[in-house]
């Protein structure tokens, strides 16, 4: 069985334990909510994201991800 790539716990999905896979679904949901609100881009939320407090840990980190995963240098 593969692993998660950002905890080593089992996969999921996409390369996901099932909680980073629910925070990766959740932080998409609420991407649509702040681009409706704010306008903001796909890479200002996640920066916003990563920087609040309130941001637990798993989303926190798949949000780290996603950053790097869309990063020019990638």
């Given amino acids: 069985m593969t692993r998660c790539k950002l905890c080593h716990r089992d996969d ?3 390369g996901y334990c099932s909680y980073h896979e629910n925070a990766h679904i959740t932080l998409i949901e609420a991407y649509d909510e702040w681009k409706r609100s704010i306008g903001i881009i796909w890479n200002g939320y996640l920066e ?3 920087q609040a407090e309130e941001t ?3 989303a926190r980190e798949v ?3 996603l950053l790097t995963e ?3 240098e990638n």
């Fill in 12 to 14: 999921f999905k996409g």
């Fill in 48 to 50: 916003e994201i990563i």
């Fill in 70 to 72: 869309s990063s020019p």
């Fill in 56 to 58: 637990g840990r798993w």
């Fill in 63 to 65: 949000a780290k991800d």
